[in-house]
C-alpha cells in the first residue's frame, strides 16, 4: 500500500519493517476516541475559517459513518495500516474522496496519539473506579455478616490479638478506597488537551486549541506543545495506581489462599471458583487468588518497561514512545478482570467461625488482655506484662490455656487476680472492649462500614 508518508523517501519499506513499525494491531482499540478528536478538530477548522463550513459538515458526516460501521460490524479494521489514526484518515479520503485530505490541517499524529490515549486513558479510570466501588460495596456486605465472628488477627503470621473477620477486611476497603483516590488524582493531571501541539512546535494557522479542549471535555490546553507531545506521565501514573490496586488484590489473595487451606480453613471459596486437581481428587484449589496474585508481577513490569523505555528519549516524540500502549492496555484489562473475579469470589465465600474462634482460643491471643487486667487493678504496664508471660510460659508447659487455668494459680502470680478476670479475657469481651476509634470491637466496625458505604455514594 502506498504511504501516507511518501514523499521524500520512496515510501517502500520492507514488510518485515511494516510489520514491526506498525501499531494497529493494539492501537485499534482507540478507534472511538480517534474518531472523536477528529470530529472536534474538523470543527475547529471551520470555526476558525480554515476549511470551509460544508467541508467540515461533509468530514463529521463521513467520520460518524465510519464509527458506527466499526461498531455494527461491517467496516473491519485493515491491519495492513500502520496505525489507527491513518487508517481511519485512509478510510475517510476513500469515502470523500480529495476532501478526506483535508482533515489533517495543523495537526499531526504526535499530537493525535497523545489526544487519543488521554482520552481512552480518562475512559478506563472511570470503569476501574466503578468497577472498585462495587467491589468495596461487597467487603462492606461481607464485613457487615461478620461483624462478629472472632478470629486471631496476625503480626508476624503470630498469632496476636482477637479481632472480628469484618473488621479484618475492612482493611481492604481502606485500602481500595485510596486507590480510587489515587485514580482521580492521575486523572487531574491526565485532564488536559494536547490536541493542537501539532509535531511539536504548534502551527502557522489560526487554531483554536480552547475550543478543542473545552469540547473534549479537558481543562484546557497544556501550556507547552513540546510537553504536549513529549508527555507520558500520565501513563506512568496510571501505570502505578493500578500496580497498587493489584499489590492489594495480591496481599488479599494471599490470605485467602492461606484462609482456605486445611492448616487455616478459615474459609472456604465457592466452587466457582476453584479448581480442581487432575490427579489428586481431594483438592480444592483456590487458582483465582493464585492468578491474582501471579498477574501482579506483569503489572508491575508493565510500569517498570514503561519507565525504562522513557527514560533515556529526548524530546519531543520518538517512535519508542509507541511502546507506552501495549503495557498499559494489559494493565488495564488485566486489573479490571482481577476485579471482576475478586467480586464474585469474595461475595460468594463462606466463612466458618468455629475454626477461627478455635484458632483464636489456641494461640493465647488474650495475653494482652491479661496484663491490661492487672494494669486496670493497680498494676503497672510492665510488671503486668512479666507476669502475664510467666503465666503464659506455665500454661504452655503444664497443658493449660488462659480460660481455664485455676484462679489458685493464678493468685500466686499476683494477688490482684480475683475471679472476674476470666470475663476480662473472654474473646468476645476481648474483642468488644477494643472501643478505640478504629479498633476491632463490633460497634467500631459497624461504623467503619456505614462511613465507607457514605463515601461510596
Ligand atoms: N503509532 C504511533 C504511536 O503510537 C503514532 C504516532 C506516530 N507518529 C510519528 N511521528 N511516527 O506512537
Request: aromatic fraction near 8%; include cysteine.
Amino acid at each position: 500500500m502506498a504511504k501516507m508518508w511518501e514523499g521524500v523517501t520512496s515510501g517502500i519499506t520492507d514488510s518485515l519493517a511494516d510489520d514491526f513499525n506498525s501499531s494497529i494491531g493494539f492501537d485499534s482499540r482507540m478507534y472511538a476516541e480517534d474518531i472523536k478528536g477528529s470530529m472536534v478538530h474538523a470543527e475547529m477548522l471551520s470555526n476558525k475559517g480554515i476549511i470551509a463550513q460544508d467541508e467540515a459538515e461533509k468530514i463529521i458526516e463521513g467520520l460518524e459513518g465510519i464509527l458506527s460501521d466499526i461498531e455494527n460490524g461491517t467496516l473491519k479494521i485493515d491491519y495492513s495500516c500502520e496505525d489507527i489514526h491513518m487508517f481511519i484518515e485512509a478510510e475517510l479520503t476513500g469515502r470523500l474522496g480529495e476532501l478526506g485530505k483535508k482533515l489533517h490541517t495543523a495537526r499531526s499524529r504526535n499530537d493525535q496519539v497523545a489526544l487519543d490515549l488521554r482520552l481512552n486513558m480518562r475512559k478506563e479510570i472511570d470503569e476501574i473506579s466503578d468497577l472498585l466501588k462495587e467491589f468495596i460495596g461487597i467487603i462492606c456486605d461481607k464485613a457487615e455478616e461478620n461483624k462478629g465472628i472472632i478470629m486471631p488477627g496476625y503480626t508476624h503470621l503470630q498469632r496476636a490479638q482477637p479481632i472480628t473477620f469484618g473488621h479484618q477486611i475492612m482493611a481492604y476497603a481502606m485500602m481500595f478506597l485510596r486507590d480510587i483516590e489515587r485514580l482521580a488524582d492521575a486523572k487531574k493531571r491526565l485532564n488536559i488537551s494536547p490536541i493542537g501541539s501539532c509535531a511539536l512546535a504548534g502551527t502557522t494557522y489560526n487554531t483554536d486549541r480552547f475550543f478543542e479542549a473545552e469540547k473534549l471535555g479537558f481543562e484546557g490546553p497544556c501550556l507547552n506543545s513540546i510537553d504536549g507531545v513529549s508527555d507520558r506521565d500520565f501513563v506512568l501514573e496510571i501505570l502505578f495506581d493500578i500496580s497498587a490496586i493489584m499489590m492489594h488484590l495480591s496481599r488479599f489473595s494471599e490470605e485467602i489462599i492461606l484462609w482456605s487451606s486445611w492448616e487455616f480453613k478459615f474459609i472456604t471459596l465457592d466452587d466457582a471458583y476453584t479448581t480442581g486437581s487432575s490427579i489428586m481428587p481431594q483438592k480444592k484449589n483456590p487458582d483465582m487468588a493464585e492468578l491474582v496474585r501471579g498477574k501482579t508481577g506483569r503489572v508491575y513490569g508493565d510500569l517498570m518497561a514503561l519507565l525504562t523505555t522513557l527514560k533515556g528519549i529526548p524530546l519531543a516524540y520518538n517512535k519508542d514512545m509507541q511502546e507506552d500502549k501495549e503495557g498499559v492496555f494489559d494493565a488495564v484489562d488485566t486489573v479490571k478482570m482481577c476485579i471482576k473475579i475478586f467480586i464474585g469470589m469474595i461475595k460468594t465465600l463462606k466463612t466458618i467461625p468455629e475454626n477461627m474462634l478455635k484458632a483464636a482460643q489456641k494461640g493465647f491471643i488474650n495475653a494482652t488482655d491479661l496484663a491490661d487486667y492487672l494494669v486496670k487493678k493497680g498494676e503497672s504496664f510492665r510488671n503486668a506484662y512479666k507476669i502475664s508471660g510467666k503465666i503464659v510460659a506455665d500454661c504452655m508447659e503444664n497443658g493449660y490455656i488462659l480460660e481455664n487455668y485455676p484462679l489458685e494459680k493464678y493468685k500466686e502470680k499476683s494477688r490482684l487476680f480475683e475471679s472476674d478476670l476470666y470475663d476480662a479475657i473472654d474473646l468476645t469481651e476481648c474483642v468488644n472492649k477494643r472501643i478505640s476509634f478504629g479498633g476491632t470491637g463490633i460497634k467500631s466496625v459497624e461504623n467503619q462500614i456505614s462511613v465507607v458505604r457514605e463515601k461510596l455514594k
